[in-house]
């Protein structure tokens, strides 16, 4: 029978056939629709091969099947995967998912031997075999695309050292940090964003291929020997846990929400700074839109979708946990819905890693725009605090009282604190000599910062060293 002919009547095939004498009628047509997951988990193609080869490696190795019959499997398991990766394979709804639409066309190449590869497996310890490698490789991505963000941040951190912006805690102006120390805050985090793909990947890394539908097998595998073929750790150690859990999948999904709720506020700080009222950055055409009626218009989209995503992230979480949670041991197939979640959340954070990595190498600082910001809001209230504390000898509550005194009197003269006469500052306390104008202004509150991971601008070159050597 021609190619043509055989991808046809596989896309046609009988879904009944799967079922073997069981099943004398087909299900419904709703049924089919329910039932088959094809369009999703094709995705796992690749992993799903993989697992066979080694799957069939084993197999012969230990005489369950003939070493002719092992060659023939391979060879044809082999061919299947180059059809796919031409896109010449025909995927069957009919046939439900990756794993039988793999295996039926490896009975059209290679007849009556395709029927032993399933031999001591099911497809519940086969899908959570490819899907637990197809997360690994899946945290790998993610863990390359943080660190091409902590790459550009790290550039804007060492460029903008010295830099002075405002600091804000609720949104309103607290102290003066410099850029260079903002950015690396976001270096930080994603730091710890890589630790939890990487911890997602080592526990994720057991094999749960041998437990077959849940109670392991009575065929004398060597779940050892497939493990170490796929690259993983060793094999899972409870047939029943194998083939039940996903946790995995949920730990890969709460590491991707917490990156991108990560990803999250750094756009709305791009959102923020790109707007004409601060002005702190500009981002280019590149990864700005413009107005289907406005010309005028440069809207931060990139920055505004990156937000947008972290919903697709958390979402999935909550999806994969709410499938999970009221399931009682071992496989139901309310899992089946565990691979949209996963494979949405994944999507979604890759795309969000290179748009960030790319707004953040784009972003050009407008560092007289911060410079003037920064100065605002009474920024350096602290370090006269400080300096009563320190020059004055008074307690740190007394001299926030006095502090406070003067921002007001500053409000009321219209002035900031540096230009504040000094008799007008002493006659609110007699301590303070012209000794506090050195601690006053933006530029000796942002030096006066060294403490380890302070903002000061020759701490955050030192930061930003010490994060080079750890991360890149």
Same mark, same amino acid.
């Given at each position: 029978m021609p190619d043509s002919k055989r991808r046809r009547a596989r896309a046609n095939a009988p879904a009944n056939q799967l079922w073997g004498g069981r099943y004398a009628a087909g299900p419904a047509a709703?049924?089919?629709a329910i039932n088959a997951s094809i369009d999703v988990d094709r995705r796992l193609w690749r992993e799903d091969i993989q697992g066979s080869l080694a799957h069939v490696a084993m197999l012969a190795r230990q005489g369950i099947v003939r070493p002719a019959d092992a060659a023939r499997i391979t060879r044809g398991l082999k061919k299947v995967a180059a059809e796919i990766e031409a896109g010449k394979f025909a995927f069957s709804t009919a046939l439900e998912d990756i794993h039988m639409n793999v295996e039926a066309r490896l009975a059209e190449l290679i007849g009556k031997p395709a029927g032993r590869l399933h031999t001591a497996r099911s497809r519940n310890d086969q899908v959570a075999t490819d899907l637990?490698?197809?997360? !690994?490789?899946?945290?790998?991505? =993610? &863990? %390359?695309?943080? /660190?091409?963000?902590?790459?550009? +941040?790290? #550039?804007? $951190?060492? @460029?903008?050292?010295?830099?002075?912006?405002?600091?804000?805690?609720?949104?309103?102006p607290a102290q003066p940090v410099t850029f260079g120390h903002h950015m690396l805050a976001?270096?930080?985090?994603?730091? !710890?964003?890589?630790?939890?793909? =990487? &911890? %997602?990947?080592? /526990?994720?890394?057991?094999?749960? +291929?041998? #437990?077959? $539908?849940? @109670?392991?097998?009575?065929?004398?595998?060597?779940?050892?020997?497939?493990?170490?073929?796929?690259g993983f750790d060793g094999p899972t150690d409870n047939s029943l846990d194998s083939v039940a859990s996903r946790d995995f999948g949920l730990e890969f999904l709460a590491a991707c929400s917490i990156c991108s709720t990560h990803l999250s506020r750094l756009a709305e700080e791009l959102v923020i700074w790109t707007n004409p009222l601060f002005g702190f950055v500009s981002l280019s055409d590149a990864f700005t839109t413009g107005s289907s009626i406005m010309p005028q218009k440069r809207n931060p989209d990139a920055a505004e979708l990156v937000?947008?995503?972290?919903?697709?992230?958390?979402?999935?979480?909550?999806?994969?946990?709410?499938?999970?949670?009221?399931?009682?041991?071992?496989?139901?197939?309310d899992m089946q819905d565990d691979k949209p979640a996963i494979f949405e959340a994944a999507d979604a954070i890759e795309l969000s890693l290179a748009a960030m990595a790319g707004m953040i190498a784009d972003m050009k600082a407008n560092p007289a725009r911060m410079r003037a910001a920064a100065g605002g809001g009474f920024s350096t209230a602290t370090d006269l605090a400080d300096w009563?504390?320190?020059?004055?000898?008074?307690?740190?509550?007394?001299?926030?009282?006095v502090t406070g005194r003067l921002v007001r009197l500053a409000e009321e003269r219209g002035c900031d604190l540096p230009d504040l006469p000094l008799a007008a500052m002493r006659a609110v306390d007699k301590r303070i000599t012209k000794d506090v104008l050195g601690?006053?202004?933006?530029?000796?509150?942002?030096?006066?910062?060294r403490s380890h991971g302070g903002t000061?601008?020759?701490?955050?070159?030192?930061?930003?060293?010490?994060?080079?050597r750890k991360w890149l």
């Open positions: 709703v049924m089919t637990a490698l197809w997360l !690994r490789a899946a945290c790998a991505r =993610a &863990d %390359a695309m943080i /660190r091409e963000l902590q790459r550009a +941040l790290l #550039a804007q $951190a060492e @460029a903008h050292a010295g830099t002075i912006m405002p600091g804000y805690t609720h949104l309103q976001y270096v930080e985090m994603l730091g !710890r964003d890589r630790g939890r793909f =990487a &911890d %997602a990947a080592r /526990r994720g890394n057991r094999s749960p +291929l041998g #437990a077959a $539908a849940l @109670a392991g097998t009575s065929f004398p595998i060597d779940r050892h020997a497939t493990a170490k073929a796929l937000r947008g995503k972290a919903g697709a992230t958390l979402g999935a979480f909550v999806r994969l946990t709410m499938i999970l949670k009221g399931l009682p041991l071992t496989y139901g197939k009563l504390v320190r020059a004055a000898g008074l307690p740190f509550r007394e001299a926030h009282h601690v006053l202004g933006v530029d000796n509150s942002v030096r006066s910062r000061a601008p020759a701490s955050v070159l030192r930061a930003a060293r010490a994060a080079r």
